[in-house]
């Protein structure tokens, strides 16, 4: 992925919607908030915009997670960078998507002291006794 100029990456995935702000990569900030997605996801990504006194103008490229997760949040991110993206004339190219488990894979094998002996297998719970497995 190129990643140069500003980044705005949205999760709503997850019962918390998480954004976060990158430029040329580099990470400026990351908020959290419990409340919905519906509710937190465009007003997270307006603060931490006008944070650094940006504009969604400014913002080159988007990234969302595309799952595991909530298919309302997760559409929710889509719908929200879809419009952005027309708006300010920003190329397909420059939206992408990942996928959590994958990437919370490979942060513990990133941390661990040791890679583990037998495969890695990383388990998150989707809904009540549904679950979503990496391995």
């Given at each position: 992925?190129?990643?140069?100029?500003?980044?705005?990456?949205?999760?709503?995935?997850?019962?918390?919607?998480?954004?976060?702000?990158?430029?040329?990569?580099?990470?400026?900030e990351i908020r959290e908030e419990a409340s919905p997605a519906m509710q937190s996801l465009i007003r997270s990504a307006?603060?931490?915009?006008?944070?650094?006194?940006?504009?969604?103008?400014?913002?080159?490229?988007?990234?969302?997670?595309?799952?595991?997760?909530?298919?309302?949040?997760?559409?929710?991110?889509?719908?929200?960078?879809?419009?952005?993206?027309?708006?300010?004339?920003?190329?397909?190219?420059?939206?992408?998507?990942?996928?959590?488990?994958?990437?919370?894979?490979?942060?513990?094998?990133?941390?661990?002291?040791?890679?583990?002996?037998?495969?890695?297998?990383?388990?998150?719970?989707?809904?009540?006794?549904h679950w979503n497995t990496f391995h």
């Amino acid at each position: 992925m190129n990643l140069k100029g500003y980044t705005l990456a949205l999760d709503a995935s997850c019962p918390t919607t998480q954004v976060a702000l990158f430029k040329d990569a580099k990470l400026l900030e990351i908020r959290e908030e419990a409340s919905p997605a519906m509710q937190s996801l465009i007003r997270s990504a307006q603060h931490s915009i006008s944070n650094h006194n940006l504009h969604l103008s400014e913002i080159k490229n988007f990234i969302y997670c595309a799952g595991p997760g909530s298919i309302l949040g997760i559409r929710l991110s889509i719908m929200a960078i879809r419009t952005w993206a027309t708006l300010y004339s920003v190329p397909s190219n420059r939206i992408h998507s990942v996928f959590s488990l994958p990437m919370a894979a490979a942060s513990y094998l990133q941390q661990a002291q040791q890679p583990p002996e037998k495969s890695l297998i990383v388990c998150s719970e989707w809904k009540k006794d549904h679950w979503n497995t990496f391995h």
